[in-house]
């Protein structure tokens, strides 16, 4: 807000985007309330020209024509610190009418990390890694089962912090049903949630997995065009993520499919009506469920990393060589980093790490095995075991 004119807050419903911009406005417009959402249907650049800066126009996408009137506002006058914009869908950069181009800023918000939850000030995993800094492990690490109760307690604010676990299932059993109803209706027209229900449960037993278009349409019985279309409107609702796979001319024989995510872990529990037990029982979920943690805290550092981190995954065709998550940062430096649900991963968990390692040289600079142990302790050359602890340590 010190340097830019107008900001963009986007992310999934309930992550925080409102409460976080009201600590830095003067007026508040709540456009999800029929008065004001009139007021701005009317004349949306004199309602706007009425009010003390800054501004926050809450859920912007009832009313898109005060994305318009920003944009004029800004035209005139390019101060700084004068618009904040949040709403529960994401922009549509792609429309062709879309007036924010050069005047607004998307600024993501995900839901809080486990850092955040804890109250502790840390830098970032990938710029401690880039800065060749040692992984110091908390005194708290937990074990196993500690890791799932985290991942299942999520990053919704309320669900995170206030909730016991019985209140916060039936708060994410409520808040997928709304995202499915109400929310897909409002932003697409949607008149048949149950095939979106389908969908998005096909989508959660494949999070953290690159699977095949076919394999999530048949899944919940729907053709290609509709599971497209499901998986936009998903994403524009802030809800599912599509990590692209990295290439680099000195590998062969990639895979371009992304790598599939939802945005939180607790929404994956939360859709199959799994608790912790059930997770620990089924050891391809407690892979994915671990994996979508990880993911979901590195992506919510990268916004704020000073090493300015793109996530990747890579996979090679027939799956000879694959890795979990691969962080590029500036300077086109490589962080390869693995997950596993093991206390005491060995060499052979490093397999795909060497391999990416010895493939890019001096352009690899770490590869790391986040595990469920108590311990970091070296694989090899640039190469490390650390707890998945240590990305809040």
Known sequence: MSELPALLIVGPRAAGKTTTAMRHVSSIV??????????????????????????????????????????????????????????????????????GTGRLVRVPLFGLTVAEQFGRRTRPLLDRLARGDALKVP????????????????????????????????????YIEQLLTRDAASVAGLRDPERLRRYFEAFALNSAGVAQDKTLYDAAGINFRTAAAYERLLLNLAVIDRVPAWASNRLKRLIRAPKR?????????????????????????????????VAAQLRAESTVAESC?????????????????????????????????????????????????????????????????????????????????????
Request: aromatic fraction near 6%.
């Open 139 to 174: 005194s708290d690490a937990p074990d196993l089962r500690g890791y799932i109760d985290l991942a299942l307690r999520g990053g919704f604010p309320e669900a995170a912090l206030e909730l016991s676990d019985g209140t916060r299932a039936r708060w994410l059993e409520s």
């Open 261 to 293: 995510y939802l945005i939180d872990p607790a929404l994956l529990a939360g859709s199959l009506r799994a608790d912790a037990a059930a997770v620990l029982r089924d050891g391809d979920l407690l892979g994915r469920v671990l994996d979508t943690f």
């Open 309 to 393: 981190p793109r996530l990747f995954h890579l996979r090679q065709e027939e799956g000879r060589h694959e890795v979990d998550l691969i962080a590029e940062l500036s300077g086109g430096r490589v962080v390869g980093i693995e997950v596993k649900a093991d206390a005491a991963p060995g060499p052979d968990s490093t397999k795909h790490l060497r391999w990416l390692r010895d493939s890019l040289g001096d352009r690899f600079i770490a590869g790391v095995v986040l595990h469920t142990g108590p311990r970091s302790f070296s694989l090899g050359e640039r190469l490390l075991a650390a707890p998945i602890c240590t990305l809040w340590s």
């Open 30 to 99: 709540r456009l999800d309330r029929p008065a004001e959402a009139a007021a701005f249907r009317a004349d949306p650049d004199s309602a706007l020209r009425g009010l003390d800066e800054p501004v926050l126009l809450d859920e912007w996408q009832v009313v898109p024509e005060v994305l318009g009137a920003v944009k004029r506002a800004v035209d005139k006058d390019n101060r700084p610190g004068r618009y904040l914009l949040t709403g529960s869908v994401r922009a549509d950069l792609d429309a062709p009418t879309w007036p």
